[in-house]
C-alpha cells in the first residue's frame, strides 16, 4: 500500500515544489496521526509536522483535494476521509510505527530520540536489498533527518538478522530481542528499522523513508 500511495502522490503532486517543506514521508505520518486522534486543525498539523502555516495549508490542501486523503470536519479541523481510512487501514498491515521507544540497543544510548518500524510483508526479500546495496537505506532515513539506521530481518528459526551481517544477531541482542517481542507479536520475514534523530519527528520520518525505500528496492 505504501509504494501504491506513493505513486499516487508522484501522479497528482507537482514535482520540485518551490518553498515546499513537506514530502511524501509527511503525508504517510500525517495519515498515523489522523488515525491516532481522530480530528486535527491546522496548528496541531503545523506542530506535530514542524512545517510553516502556509505549507500547513498547502498541505492539507493537496491531501483534501489532491489525494482525497483527508476532509473538512464541522469543527474547522479535518479527519480521514473514507478513502484516508481504507488507505490507513491496508498501510497498518503492512507497517507499524512507534516513536521514542526504551534504549534497547547501545547504538540508542546518545540518541536525542529515536522511532522503529516493523514492515511485514509477505516474502518479504532482505537478499533484494543486501544486492542492492543495503546503505541506501541509511542514505533514505538520513535524506529525512536521521542520524542513523539499523535494519533487521527476523529469519527462519526466529534468528535476528542485521543486513550486511552473516551472523545471528540474537545472540548479540538478547535482552534486545525479548524487547522487540513485547512491543510486537514478531514473524518470520518481518523487517524492523530503528532509526535516531534530534527529534522524534526526524526520526520518525527517517524510519517511513526507509521502509518506502525498503519496498521499493524488492519490487
Known amino acids: 500500500m505504501l509504494l501504491a500511495l506513493k505513486a499516487d502522490y508522484e501522479k497528482k503532486l507537482p514535482k520540485n ?39 500547513v495549508r498547502t498541505f492539507t490542501a ?60 509477505p516474502g518479504l526479500d532482505e537478499a533484494k536489498i543486501e544486492q542492492g546495496e543495503p546503505l541506501r537505506l541509511v542514505e533514505a532515513a538520513k535524506a529525512q533527518g536521521g542520524k542513523g539506521l539499523i535494519s533487521l530481518v527476523i529469519q527462519a528459526g526466529r534468528a535476528l538478522k542485521l543486513l550486511g551481517v552473516p551472523l545471528d544477531m540474537k545472540k548479540r541482542y538478547t535482552s534486545e530481542w525479548i524487547r522487540l517481542n513485547e512491543l510486537f507479536s514478531l514473524n518470520e520475514r518481518d523487517m524492523l528499522l530503528i532509526a535516531w534523530a534530534d527529534s522524534e519527528l526526524g526520526a520518525k520520518l527517517a524510519v517511513i523513508s526507509a521502509a518506502v525505500e525498503a519496498l521499493e528496492m524488492m519490487k
Open 62 to 121: 493537496r491531501m483534501k483535494a489532491k489525494l482525497g486523503l483527508i476532509e473538512s470536519s464541522s469543527t474547522k479541523a479535518h479527519i480521514l476521509s473514507d478513502k484516508g481510512k481504507a488507505v490507513m487501514n491496508k498501510i497498518k498491515e503492512e507497517f507499524t510505527l512507534i516513536g521514542n521507544i526504551p534504549v534497547i540497543f547501545d547504538e540508542l544510548k546518545f540518541a536525542k530520540f529515536n522511532a522503529l518500524g516493523r514492515l511485514a510483508i
Open 17 to 55: 515544489q518551490a518553498g515546499v517543506q513537506f514530502s511524501f514521508a509527511h503525508v504517510v505520518l500525517a495519515l498515523f496521526l489522523f488515525d491516532m486522534y481522530g480530528k486535527m486543525g491546522r496548528v496541531e498539523l503545523e506542530n506535530q509536522l514542524s512545517i510553516g502555516r502556509g505549507s
